[in-house]
């Protein structure tokens, strides 16, 4: 019932993913930092109408162009959590020092750890996931296995954890408590570079792996 294609944006190529109910082709673009053109095409090609915007963090290559966009769409934007709203209000400021056209906007919803959002007939549980940023929040569902990490976790590494109001702990904790318990064999696409599975990065993970963590 859920597919998803994988538009890297921006200069700083965050995965922007288009997100989508088979049964309705109603979709949303998650973290459509930039590139809107092409985030716009990719919709048209796959014959998926647009009904929201979801953000997993308010880091300019995220959501820089998410204000613009669900203008120009005439949607809403739905997260993250509202701790993320110190670097939204930055957006336009960070923009120009990336080179990335970014505007401020104010969410339709701020999301907590326990909702659910829905997209199409989809609907996907909502777990905040500070760290990185503190009011990150990371898209389920569950019946596809397949989790949107944002910059939480990546294959082979973790989210930054040296910006202003990070958190290298509270990431951690955010990791083995939120995203191990959804299952080794969940999928997730991640903010940059290639998806992987949790199990994969309990595994192999130099920073999460069980075995490091067990050491420390």
């Known amino acids: 019932p859920l597919k998803a294609a994988i538009i890297p944006v921006t200069p ?4 922007c993913t288009l997100l989508w109910c088979t049964k309705t082709m109603r979709g949303a673009f998650v973290d459509p930092g930039g590139d809107l053109p092409r985030l716009k095409a990719a919709a ?14 308010g880091h300019i290559d995220n959501c820089g162009g998410a204000g613009i966009l669900a203008k120009e769409l005439g949607v809403e934007i739905e997260g993250p959590e509202e701790a993320d709203r110190f670097w939204i209000a930055r957006l336009e400021d960070d923009g120009r020092n990336y080179g990335i056209p970014a505007k401020v906007f104010e969410p339709e919803r701020w999301l907590k750890d326990g909702d659910q959002v829905t997209v199409g007939k989809l609907i996907l549980d909502v777990y905040h996931c500070p760290g990185h940023t503190p009011g ?13 990490v944002g910059d939480v976790l990546f294959q082979g590494s973790i989210g930054r954890t040296d910006f202003p109001m990070s958190n290298h ?32 990065e309990r595994r192999t993970n130099p920073f999460v792996a069980d075995r490091v963590l067990a050491r420390a």
């Open 12 to 15: 700083l190529q965050q995965n």
């Open 44 to 57: 048209a090609q796959h014959g998926v109408m647009i009904e929201k915007i979801l953000l997993t963090h």
């Open 169 to 200: 702990q509270h990431l951690i904790d955010a990791i083995t408590t939120r995203l191990w318990p959804l299952g080794d064999d969940t999928a997730f696409i991640p903010g940059h570079g290639p998806p992987s599975s949790f199990g994969h």
């Open 136 to 148: 990150h929040v990371v898209f389920h569902h569950p019946p596809s296995k397949l989790a949107l």
